[in-house]
């Protein structure tokens, strides 16, 4: 099992540009979450999804979009990349609620001139 | 909104000295969670503490949760160079229901264990 996996590892946009990160996952969890992480910040929710279908705001969800069409897959949208989304993105799951342990992919690290 | 405060944020240590990161939240927790992200990793889960007063051990690595389960701690003993990257605590005040799934993550401590 490939567990969560992340694509692009990398990336750098212009201001403006738009890019969709793709989050996938081959454990059948029902909730998947987007998270940035940024120096001193720790990791702050950006949307979470509670099963196919659903998505919800976390913490810091201005400027993003998700959607979650598929079980296994949870897509998170820049659609006007901005310099202060500089940060690298983490893409977790879980099986149901916050009793479970989270599994993490591997990271994207983005970059907006 | 739910604050989950980590300190210290940096540590330095010498291999074999003791290390400790403290976690405080403003609200009572249902549960914590504490991860390790080591350099250029991602965050890999490590523990879950849900009782109040809870003690886990997990070989030179000890957990502890608060009575009140608004603070917990991780205490590593002799540390080791493998034992370098950053400790998060991550604790969920949500009830069975919208809010129950979302963890709210600390800071960060980053150890630095120097041979």
């Known amino acids: 099992n490939a567990g969560v996996t992340q694509t692009p590892k990398f990336r750098v946009l212009k201001t403006g540009q738009s890019m969709t990160l793709l989050c996938a996952q081959d454990?059948?969890?029902?909730?998947m979450y987007w998270y940035r992480q940024d120096p001193g910040m720790g990791l702050r929710l950006i949307h979470y999804s509670v099963g196919e279908g659903t998505t919800a705001k976390g913490e810091v969800p201005d400027g993003y979009n998700v959607s979650r069409l598929k079980k296994q897959n949870f897509l998170l949208g820049l659609e006007s990349a901005a310099p202060s989304q500089t940060s690298v993105y983490f893409c977790?799951?879980?099986?149901?609620?916050?009793?479970?342990?989270?599994?993490f992919g591997p990271g994207t690290r983005l970059t907006v001139l | 909104g739910q604050q989950v405060m980590q300190i210290p944020q940096y540590q330095h240590v010498q291999e074999g000295e003791d290390f400790t990161t403290y976690c405080n939240s403003s609200t009572t927790l249902s549960n914590i969670q504490w991860y390790k992200q080591r350099p250029g990793g991602h965050p890999v889960f490590l523990i879950q503490?849900?009782?109040?007063?809870e003690v886990k051990k997990q070989k030179r690595l000890t957990f502890q949760f608060g009575e009140a389960k608004k603070n917990s701690s991780l205490h590593i003993t002799a540390t080791q160079t493998t034992d370098v990257g950053t400790y998060f605590c991550a604790g969920n005040t949500g009830q069975e229901g919208t809010s129950y799934g979302k963890l709210t993550f600390g800071q960060g401590t980053i150890l630095t264990v120097h041979p």
């Open positions: 503490l849900v009782k109040s007063g």
């Open positions: 454990m059948n969890h029902e909730y």
């Open positions: 977790a799951s879980s099986w149901t609620s916050g009793l479970d342990e989270q599994f």
